[in-house]
């Protein structure tokens, strides 16, 4: 009980200067030429930002994602891109909100707690009632995906390097580059203004989206309540209503940022689902929270690619809450081994971008014209672009998570030179970090929930798409491969074995070969292992 009491109290420490270090950093920007190349609802945004701190005729970036990510994809001036970079990967890493003595002391105390439960080390505690079963079989199914996913970040800075010195820009590609000379490379290749497809991704229209396909998948309805009590004024509010017209649930969504929301995307519940002994069903409350791009004074939200995948994630979370049927409170829902939690978000990532749903949502918000099959078939072509990078980062992320959960910590750790010692072992190309440093990576350091478990986003990944090829072979809305996933995945939560959950979805154990052709990394007749010779049952 102390140790996990001091381990909560360290979580909150973390947190809190994540967030106030998230909150602290301004770049302010005085000279209108400087904004050059940037989205004009990013730079309205970044203008009233300044407004609301008292500066007037000034625009104001912070590090929250929506004010982030599209500086470093579109800023033509480098030196900006460099500052906003910089600051975002040394963020809670000195001064008043350092967070490296918070994560020598989580260290130290997680070793503890292996040692007082009989493990080696916490990582192979936290893998033993998993899928994975331990650290080492976790460690391989990344390095499947590590070896071809850096042979990618190879030849896609040769790309970006090629087009710089093509425009006469006289410069080495720099990890402050990535995301700028990617989006130049897809304009290049692929004729794809990431602007102009922001246009037909309106919040709202998103949202219809996501609710027309869980409706088509799994009969469910939902029906707003703006008179439902809400913690927020921006909270929406949802009755949601099975085929017969009975309550399935009650669901939130909490999109846009503001200064006392943490960064990222996540879903949770306020009351979870349970049958009580005398049969009475107890329904949940779930809820989806986001940090996305607000509206502005002449447009509504407007949502990038990964924003739009981000939203079906964390619906495809909400829906694994929302529709459980598992009578143990312990067993509803997303209470499933930590390794199989991401199936139902990640398999919903995949209706997003299919024509025959995206058809129906994507409009053009200011004429409400339907995304057109020229531009559907530029998004598909695309679709595997920048592969290489995203994959790099991610798997990196995870085998620096599970070194740290092999490491027992008895003196102060050097946080930075031990990043540097994995990256260096991995071959972690120069061009590309950790998707998270170590003192905002909160998934590991923020709580419990993803410690040594960070690998679950692949193995789960592995699950999807291996399991969304069944839908595609049966159409994506076929109703008895539907029905099939509502029975055995998102029913029944953790109330029985995984694997055999997902065996009796898919008819055989998935393979890895089929998330690898996802990402564009193998070609489709390279042979793979499949997910039991690394650990599956």
Not at 206 to 233: Q, S
């Amino acid at each position: 009980m102390a140790v996990n009491t001091r381990l909560t109290d360290l979580y909150l420490k973390f947190n809190k200067n994540l967030l106030n270090a998230t909150n602290a950093y301004q770049l302010v920007v005085d000279d209108a030429s400087r904004l050059s190349g940037l989205p004009a609802s990013s730079i309205a945004v970044a203008a009233d930002e300044a407004t609301a701190k008292g500066m007037n005729g000034k625009w104001l970036f912070t590090l929250h994602a929506p004010s982030r990510l599209p500086l470093l994809q579109y800023a033509d001036d480098r030196d900006l891109r460099r500052q906003m970079y910089t600051a975002y990967t040394s963020l809670a890493s000195e001064g008043e909100y350092n967070n490296m003595p918070v994560i020598n002391d989580i260290l130290k105390v997680r070793t503890e707690k292996a040692r007082l439960l009989g493990y080696p080390d916490y990582a192979s505690y936290m893998t033993a009632n998993v899928m994975a079963k331990n650290p080492a079989n976790a460690e391989n199914l990344l390095m499947q995906i590590w070896k071809p996913a850096v042979q990618r970040v190879s030849e896609e800075v040769a790309e970006m390097q090629a087009l710089a010195d093509r425009e006469g820009a006289g410069i080495k590609i720099e990890p402050w580059d990535y995301y700028y000379y990617a989006e130049k490379v897809r304009k290049d290749k692929f004729d794809l203004d990431e602007d102009v497809v922001r246009s037909y991704f309106a919040l709202d229209n998103v949202r219809e989206g996501i609710f027309n396909m869980a409706h088509r998948l799994y009969g469910v309805t939902f029906t707003e309540m703006p008179d439902a009590p809400k913690y927020n004024p921006e909270v929406k509010v949802y009755d949601v209503t099975d085929a017969n017209g009975e309550h399935v649930a009650v669901f939130m969504t909490d999109y846009f940022p503001r200064a006392s929301k943490r960064q990222g995307a996540w879903m949770s519940e306020f009351q979870g689902a349970f049958v009580d002994p005398d049969g009475t069903s107890q329904r949940p409350i779930v809820y989806n929270v986001g940090n996305f791009s607000k509206p502005t004074a002449d447009a509504p939200s407007l949502l990038t690619l990964d924003e739009v995948e981000t939203m079906f994630h964390e619906f495809g979370h909400g829906l694994h809450g929302m529709l459980t049927q598992a009578k143990l409170r312990s067993q509803a829902g997303t209470n499933v081994d930590r390794d199989f939690v991401e199936l139902p978000s990640q398999i919903h990532e995949h209706w997003a971008m299919e024509p025959e749903l995206l058809k129906t949502y994507a409009r053009h918000y200011k004429t409400g014209e339907v995304i057109p099959d020229s531009l559907i078939a530029k998004l598909q072509a695309a679709s595997t672009h920048n592969q290489g990078f995203m994959t790099t980062e991610l798997v990196g992320a995870a085998l620096l998570d599970l070194q740290y959960g092999k490491l027992n910590v008895t003196d102060d750790l050097d946080v930075a030179g031990f990043e540097r010692t994995v990256a260096s072992s991995l071959g972690m190309p120069a061009e590309v970090q950790f998707r998270y440093r170590s003192p905002y990576f909160r998934h590991i350091f923020g709580s419990d929930g993803y410690a040594s478990g960070y690998y679950t986003y692949l193995w789960a990944q592995v699950l999807d798409c291996d399991g969304f090829e069944l839908f595609k072979e049966r159409g994506i809305f076929d109703e008895a491969t539907a029905k099939s996933f509502l029975e055995n995945v998102l029913q029944a939560g953790g109330s029985s074995d995984p694997m055999e959950l997902y065996v009796k979805f898919r008819g055989h154990e998935p393979k890895v070969d089929a998330l690898l052709r996802y990402r564009g990394l193998t070609p489709v007749a390279d042979k793979q292992p499949d997910m039991k010779v690394v650990g599956g049952k």
